[in-house]
């Protein structure tokens, strides 16, 4: 979950509370959902919280929030933009995966002060998120006074067949263009770097380049953008030197590129707020696609109608309109109410721009919710009733775990992921063959640990690798356990999965007969017929090995296991053992 | 004759001429107190010896008695000091007495009142006069106080006095005594012999009735004995047990279902968008082998595909994400046990579910991670919802609060919070049982529209998760769940573990 770095004392100052204490700071935040979870070096409170509100990813938005918690702001905020005067051109050769761009000019901010350092974080932490590690959409924010426009774009022929787009397009005067660049084309001198390379060196011999290298594997031409004087940025890896912002910069150039429209228009609003919090004037940007010019940033609200029953049903509480009207607004929502007299109240709520997460009226709600505070809700015990009970399975298992603990095993519980070596090639076995344990296994595609591979195909394996990691313990060692195994098979889902008793006699007199006697145990118990036919498994000693069957049919087998094995898991000791299906002693 | 071998040397200890006690013969045998009065019993049963009891004093000094023993008996030192100021010629004042006598406190009344008694002198008016006569050396009181000391007998009046006095306190005892009869002495003539020790009651040994004429061996029954080898439910599978016992207790039904399954049940059902970053092989396991499923049911594919995109309502949205199905059919080892949730709900386990229901499962889940102390790549996901209409936060409080109270956690809170698939959504709180610490202890929520809608249930479903290790690390104390379970797991670990219940 995302982690955002706030200062108590700028939070205090951005909320216009110096009197909260730290503690009462974090009580108000916890009831927002940020959990305190310590202190940077620096005394920043590092707060966590679920990835739904991405407009708290900065001070500003998190002051933001508070202002509304605590009554002094109410009602959904837009803030006023000035008409455009940059258009971002969309050439032809733009990559396809790519195809997206948005932005804005924001003017006469002030970035003294930890709202740099702020305002990099919130960058950070969207591409971490939203971003989805920039694969989704990442984000340029330059020093305007250090971007050269291109002035003279062909407005007045493009004009007539962009109908549709707003007026302040045509008064655009400077542009910047997102197009495509050959890996070995253009070159620049990316940020903390002091050579001109070509893109593709960027992605070799620079830090950052190299970390965002495999975003751009499959493309035959890089993302770029240019102003008169050339490249300056190259999404969605690094930004060009030159129009590097630093705490001085006053006006900022913001684009954003991306593979969705949507996702890289929240982010940009997302930066619009919190750079408007810190005095910042948004000014808007003609992006100019090849078939049709729109405006951004889009700060276009969303509404959503939710009922007055919905609000008290989910919540348990009975609120009056006006409460419900409060409460709306101090979740930064605007809101109107309408009556319908019998069928009651309806709500058309107006959802800011700079929220992601408002999908459908239930969020709504638990935006209310939140406003009334979560932790004011008296729980009661829901006076509803029905009746429990276990699945046949699970007492069964239970069932034949007490049987066998009563025969003086110890219960194990290993792990179902094991690999190749310890399921087949330890135990003598090979893959995919037609014996206990034999089965091919479900194989995990990219797994984190050469150890964990596949599901177990049988239990025996995981009860000998505890034998061999227990050597030095006293004997006799006698465990049991009731577990999972799967193998492949041609079922829907192509794993065959099932319940599996398996057993071990560990001491220095074992014998197949004290397996088998407590065999016989469990039949008599179950109830079924037992009978031990002998067999051959890679396992176990031939002459010492049978088949179980169960009720007539085969469910497993039975023996002292070979030496070979007992060699491989330095166990200096016999064992008898067996291993069946648990179902084999269902009714 | 034939004795048992501890009442053959108490015969042989004990004397025709004068009583012997228990003590004494316990010293002369070798043999404990208990087991000498046991066999004296035993040989006065046969005859050959008689019993007495008599009662003992024990006198012991007080701390106060100590003390006077070494400083003189406040009456005795206030005679001195009254000597030493002429009061054996004319009275003098009290006051310059006390204080010479170094009296003080409750000192100064027992002086006063003994001093008279004694006839050390007489007490007028604040004046106080001596008898030169009287002879502090052959006070028998503080003579009494070095007898008892010295553990000599004292005389029972002195002693009563001193007992009044709280100088001394009397522990009154029994003492037995054992005395030879004349078959006692007959027998010892004619020669006794001792019986073999038995140390094993056989089976012949009821038989026969010889258990009537052997002597059991006395074990030493402190000592510890070898533990028997003895197994144990594992200490997850009984905490596992535990919680199953309080879920159904609160009226939840179990489920069970496929670990291996596509991703649309553990996922695409759950309104997870297929690009969260949970749903990367970072996370989750995916499986190479088998990589598909053959079918999912088309008509809910189709409804949660929509879902995705559109969003449901009349002013719904959905994600603005990819979303294919060839994603929805591809092969995970499940990451939650929402997935068996959502077959519930959906009809396709059990038949289609009408309100109010309860279901719970305790089953394992898999998460591609690094395994530490507290992470597994496998554990144990406890789930539960229940199926109403009109169900409201509160009553999502109290079913959780109710549930954990079962544990010993109590003041559980709940932090809002964000799943994709629930709405609102709550972490769990709650204080440590063992340190006091706030810590997280579950995740819940009521389930979106958009997860219900397209399984096709109309009334409003409350859920809630939490690892079993992570309950069982707070109720048990444990540090590192590798420990516990798993392969590298001790035997001794689980064998010493206390049980659960």
């Known amino acids: ?587 | 004759m034939e004795l048992p071998q501890r009442e053959l040397s108490v015969l042989e200890a004990a004397s025709a001429d004068e009583p012997t006690p228990i003590a004494e013969l316990a010293s002369a045998t070798g043999q404990k107190p208990e087991t000498v009065t046991g066999a004296a019993f035993d040989l006065e049963e046969r005859g050959l010896v008689t019993v007495t009891e008599d009662t003992v004093a024990d006198v012991e000094l007080t701390e106060e008695g100590e003390r006077y023993r070494h400083m003189g008996l406040p009456e005795v030192r206030l005679y001195l000091a009254a000597r030493e100021a002429g009061a054996d010629e004319a009275p003098v004042s009290m006051g310059a007495v006390l204080g010479d006598a170094d009296l003080e406190g409750p000192e100064v009344d027992i002086a006063l009142s003994n001093y008279a008694r004694k006839g050390y002198g007489e007490i007028a008016s604040g004046d106080l006069s001596a008898d030169p006569d009287a002879d502090p050396e052959s006070d028998p009181e503080a003579a009494a106080l070095d007898r008892v000391a010295a553990d000599d007998t004292v005389d029972d009046d002195v002693r009563e006095t001193l007992e009044r006095r709280d100088l001394v306190v009397v522990h009154e005892r029994t003492v037995r005594s054992v005395t030879l009869t004349d078959d006692g002495v007959d027998a010892l003539m004619a020669g006794v012999e001792a019986t073999e020790a038995v140390g094993q009651l056989t089976p012949e040994m009821l038989a026969s009735g010889e258990w009537e004429d052997v002597e059991f061996a006395d074990y030493n029954v402190e000592a510890d004995a070898e533990t028997p080898s003895s197994g144990k439910t594992h200490v997850l599978r009984a905490t596992a047990e535990r919680v199953k016992d309080v879920l159904v207790g609160m009226g939840f039904e179990e489920m069970e279902g496929p670990h291996a399954d596509s991703e649309f049940w553990i996922n695409d059902a759950l309104f997870m968008p297929q690009d969260h970053p949970a749903r990367t092989h970072w996370d989750q396991f995916a499986l190479s082998e088998p990589s598909e499923v053959d079918d999912l049911p088309a008509d809910l594919l189709e409804r949660v595909e929509s879902a995705h995109r559109e969003g449901v309502g009349d002013d719904g949205d959905g994600y603005h994400s990819p979303w294919t199905e060839e994603m929805a059919r591809g092969v995970d080892l499940r990451g939650h046990t929402t997935s068996l949730s959502m077959r519930y709900l959906s009809g396709h386990q059990v038949g289609d579910l009408e309100p109010p229901q309860r279901y719970f499962s305790v089953e394992k889940v898999y998460r591609n991670d690094t395994l530490d102390a507290t992470h597994l790549l496998e554990f144990f996901q406890i789930e539960g919802w229940v199926m109403a209409e009109d169900l409201s936060v509160r009553d999502l409080m109290g079913t959780f609060t109710e549930f954990y109270s079962q544990f010993g956690i109590e003041d559980v809170r709940f932090k809002p919070h964000y799943n994709p698939y629930t709405e609102p959504s709550f972490e769990l709180f709650g204080t440590h049982p063992r340190t006091g610490e706030v810590i997280e202890i579950g995740n819940s929520g009521l389930f979106r529209p958009e997860v219900l809608e397209p399984l096709g249930v109309e009334c409003d479903v409350m859920a809630w998760g939490l690892a079993l290790e992570r309950l069982l690390m707070l109720t048990h104390g444990f540090e590192d769940i590798r420990d516990v379970h798993g392969t590298l797991a001790d035997i001794d670990f689980l064998r010493d573990t206390e049980v659960v219940y």
């Open chain 1, 1 to 587: 979950m995302p982690v955002v770095d706030v200062d108590p004392d700028e939070l205090r100052d951005l909320t216009g509370h110096d009197e909260k204490s730290d503690d009462e700071l974090k009580d108000d935040l916890f009831g927002l959902g940020l959990e305190f979870e310590g202190t940077s070096e620096d005394g920043e409170f590092q707060l966590e919280f679920a990835p739904d509100r991405l407009d708290r990813l900065s001070v500003e938005g998190v002051a933001r929030s508070l202002r509304y918690q605590y009554g002094d702001a109410s009602g959904i905020y837009v803030p006023d933009t000035n008409d455009a005067e940059w258009t971002i051109e969309v050439d032809d050769s733009v990559p396809d995966d790519r195809p997206y761009v948005t932005g804005a000019i924001v003017r006469g901010v002030d970035l003294s002060g930890g709202a740099l350092e702020s305002l990099i974080q919130l960058q950070e932490k969207l591409h971490a998120t939203m971003g989805r590690k920039r694969a989704k959409g990442a984000i340029g924010i330059h020093d305007l006074t250090m971007v050269k426009g291109r002035s003279g774009r062909g407005v007045d022929e493009r004009a007539s067949d962009a109908s549709d787009s707003d007026a302040s397009a045509v008064a655009a005067s400077n542009s910047i263009t997102y197009r495509g660049v050959a890996p070995d084309g253009d070159t620049f001198v990316a940020l903390d770097d002091d050579a001109e390379r070509t893109p593709a060196e960027v992605l070799t011999e620079h830090p950052t380049g190299e970390q965002y290298a495999d975003l751009l594997d499959d493309y035959e031409h890089y993302p770029a953008i240019y102003d008169d004087l050339g490249l300056f940025s190259f999404p969605p890896v690094i930004n060009g030197r030159r129009t590097e912002v630093t705490a001085d910069s006053r006006d900022l150039f913001v684009e954003l590129t991306g593979t969705d429209q949507w996702t890289i228009d929240r982010m940009c609003n997302i930066i619009c707020y919190a750079l408007d919090a810190r005095g910042g004037t948004i000014e808007d940007v003609t992006v100019s696609y090849p078939d049709v010019d729109v405006v951004k940033p889009d700060f276009e609200t969303e509404e959503k109608v939710v009922t007055h029953e919905r609000i008290e049903s989910t919540l348990g509480v009975e609120l009056s309109e006006d409460d419900v009207l409060d409460l709306l607004g101090r979740a930064g929502l605007g809101a109107e109410s309408e009556d319908w007299g019998e069928q009651g109240t309806d709500y058309v709520v107006e959802v800011p721009p700079y929220r992601t997460d408002v999908l459908h009226p239930v969020d709504v709600v638990d935006d209310v919710g939140r406003a009334y505070g979560f932790n004011d809700l008296v729980p009661r015990y829901p006076d509803v009733s029905t009746v429990g009970g276990r699945t046949e399975r699970s007492r069964l298992e239970r069932a034949v775990r007490e049987t066998l603990v009563g025969l003086g095993h110890q219960d194990l519980l290993n792990f179902h992921l094991t690999n190749e070596a310890e399921n087949y090639d330890r135990m003598r076995l090979d893959a995919g063959s037609d014996t206990l344990g034999g089965g091919k296994p479900a194989t995990i595609a990219e797994p984190y640990s050469e150890d964990y591979t596949i599901v177990r195909t049988w239990a025996l394996p995981s009860l000998v690798s505890l034998l061999e990691n227990n050597t030095h313990r006293a004997y006799p060692q006698d465990v049991a356990e009731v577990g999972f195994a799967a193998e492949r098979d041609d079922s829907n889902t192509g794993v065959a999965e099932r319940r599996t008793v398996a057993g071990a006699v560990v001491r220095h007199d074992a014998s197949y007969e004290d397996a088998k006697a407590r065999l016989q145990v469990i039949a008599r118990d179950f109830d079924v017929e037992l009978e031990t036919p002998a067999t051959t498994h890679p396992s176990f000693i031939d002459g010492r090995t049978a088949e179980v069957v169960i009720d007539g049919e085969s469910a497993g087998v039975v023996g002292e296991l070979h030496p070979e094995v007992l060699v491989e898991h330095d166990l200096e000791v016999p064992v008898a053992a067996f291993e069946f299906r648990l179902d084999a002693l269902a009714e």
